[in-house]
């Protein structure tokens, strides 16, 4: 199950990180079979802001709340950065008895889902306000959450909602939208979406012109749901660096549900190779059900693709129950296990908070 897709091994890059691969997963193996914290008791991990690129707190599942505070929530964690997505398409997500996609029970509306979207975007800024949060808007915003300050950037997990002219991603941007991805479960006008019949063949012309306008407008664009060839091609033609924001490699995983979700590797090292950066959820099947499941997922991810393009994105509350993180203290306790597991100080920062700081950050100068 946690094979190397060629079978072959690492590739040694665990050296910059002052140990082999082979220790290190040996090393998260063996938290695995004590089934609780290791060593970290005895030294505690050092305290680091955690950024957490794909959330749906209080939105959604079981952290839904008319009283939901995120300062409270984020705090379990010492979780300084979220970005906070709304679903436009919600409504028209459905799933079959075996977990299967299903069609939209309607067709798309794209104005009705921009309405349900600005009415959500707005409560949660008014819930990010009430409760002392900020809200990113520029680079200085990201600097401030690295500091202590508790933020969010509002985002939207699809742009469903677009218009032919894309005045709605302006729109979007007025509002303090920061982080935008591009599709979600349903079909649209931008790109051909996992788990869907191909209909685009990768990007349309819609879809170029929208990542074009959100590197003009200064929205960090999100490749998470899209085709391999649809986030190829758009890591390609993005002038700043992309996100893949939650997800797991296709590292030689075979599941029962989820499978279509998960990010073939060459796809993962295009989106690296300009700069980008993958997100790792907390999806029980990926992790093994268990905690320490979570931490190898990391490790590896680092090995194949470096310590500066691996991020946490949990997909928090998105996921329902069907997740080994069910709140920011649980990625609290996966920091703890990766310290546990010798990852050094100055990469667990890089995961942590500053690889997201840092593709956000260009792409909001």
Not at 94 to 121: S, V, Y
Not at 313 to 325: C, P
Request: some cysteine.
């Amino acid at each position: 199950m946690w094979d190397d897709e060629d079978g072959r091994g690492g590739s040694g890059r665990w050296q910059v990180v002052g140990c082999s691969r082979r220790a290190v997963l040996g090393l998260g193996l063996g938290i695995a079979a004590l089934g609780g914290r290791p060593g970290w008791a005895q030294s505690p991990a050092p305290v680091v802001p955690l950024a957490d690129t794909h959330s749906h707190m209080g939105l959604f599942g079981p952290t839904k709340s008319a009283t939901f505070s995120p300062d409270r929530f984020m705090a379990e964690g010492h979780v300084k950065l979220v970005a906070w997505k709304w679903v436009p398409d919600y409504e028209l997500v459905r799933r079959g008895a075996n977990g299967e996609l299903l069609p939209p029970p309607a067709p798309p509306d794209p104005d009705r889902m921009w309405a349900a979207t600005e009415a959500g975007w707005r409560a949660m800024r008014d819930s990010a306000t009430q409760a002392g949060v900020a809200i990113v808007l520029g680079k200085d915003d990201v600097e401030a959450a690295r500091a202590g300050h508790t933020s969010v950037v509002l985002a939207s997990e699809g742009c469903d909602f677009v218009d032919a002219a894309l005045e709605r991603v302006d729109a979007a941007y007025r509002m303090g939208v920061r982080h935008l991805q591009l599709v979600h479960y349903t079909p649209n006008p931008l790109a051909d979406v996992q788990a869907r019949p191909t209909q685009h063949g990768g990007l349309t012309s819609l879809g170029r012109d929208l990542i074009a306008r959100c590197n003009q407008r200064g929205i960090l664009v999100d490749l998470a749901h899209l085709t391999p060839e649809a986030a190829a091609e758009a890591a390609a033609l993005s002038s700043r660096p992309v996100i893949w924001s939650h997800s797991a490699l296709r590292v030689g995983r075979h599941f029962a549900s989820r499978n279509e979700r998960l990010l073939p590797l060459e796809t993962a090292r295009a989106i690296a190779s300009r700069g980008g950066v993958v997100g790792l959820w907390g999806f029980d099947q990926t992790a093994g059900y268990r905690l320490s499941g979570y931490v190898r997922l990391i490790l590896e991810a680092v090995e194949h693709l470096g310590e500066d393009h691996v991020v946490f994105g949990t997909d928090m509350s998105g996921l329902r129950n069907w997740t080994v993180l069910r709140h920011y203290g649980d990625l609290g306790k996966a920091v703890e296990e990766l310290i546990s597991a010798g990852l050094p100080e100055t990469v667990l920062r890089k995961i942590a908070f500053d690889n997201y700081a840092r593709v956000l950050t260009a792409s909001l100068t």
